[in-house]
């Protein structure tokens, strides 16, 4: 073969390769399942323009019940400047009468993984967060033993703040179930020295909790 055939060859060579490195795609191609590929559904916690209140993320609908929920919320979220459900809170009772040894020590690890990181592990506000004022948050979180403001209220009231948020604190309705969140209740009383006894097994032996 010819030199200057190979050369022909060659440039031939490049110029392909060169139209084929492009970044210009002249046509989209095939996608197996473009349903997935290409998603139409909203981010878990995008803007939504579907809901009225413009969330992706929503709770069961009202005056229904999850399943498997044993403590559906029978209060409703009060209306930005309003407190009305706030307050009417108070009246409602903890379920979680009490909490055997190994419940407990369940509640305590499910509180130092959602509040302990806030509220400290000894409940005294000075968690991580924190940090004796050398941590990332500016503003010490709530004290919850030793403040007689949160040893004075309701368990109702902590269930709403825990279930919707309150001021800085977002809502833990997504990471613990209405259970969870009154056993943690039940646990902070606890600490706090407002439930004095909790059942030790399941032969209903009492102990008493320091």
């Not at 349903?35 to 929503?58: H, I, K, L």
């Not at 929920?69 to 379920?95: E, K, W």
Request: glycine share 8%; net charge positive.
């Amino acid at each position: 073969m010819k030199r200057s055939t190979l050369v022909f060859l060659g440039m031939i060579a490049l110029v392909v390769i060169a139209a084929s490195c492009s970044d210009v795609k002249r046509t989209p191609g095939k996608v197996y399942m473009p349903d997935m590929a290409y998603s139409r559904a909203y981010e878990t916690y995008s803007t939504n323009p579907v809901f009225a209140d413009g969330r992706t993320s929503q709770g069961p609908v009202a005056g229904t019940v999850k399943r498997g929920d044993d403590f559906p919320v029978h209060i409703q979220q009060d209306a930005v400047g309003d407190t009305a459900n706030y307050y009417a809170s108070r009246q409602m009772p903890n379920p979680i009468a009490s909490l055997s040894e190994t419940e407990l020590k369940e509640t305590e690890r499910l509180y130092l993984i959602n509040c302990g990181i806030c509220h400290g592990a000894k409940l005294d506000g000075n968690g991580p967060l924190w940090n004796n004022g050398d941590g990332p948050y500016p503003s010490k979180p709530a004290t919850l033993v030793g403040d007689a403001k949160y040893e004075s209220m309701p368990e109702g009231q902590m269930f709403y703040s825990l279930t919707f948020g309150k001021n800085l604190m977002g809502s833990y309705a997504s990471q613990l179930s209405a259970k969870q969140r009154w056993q943690v209740i039940h646990y902070i009383k606890v600490k706090q020295g407002k439930i004095k006894t909790a059942a030790a097994s399941n032969d209903s032996t009492a102990v008493a909790m320091k």
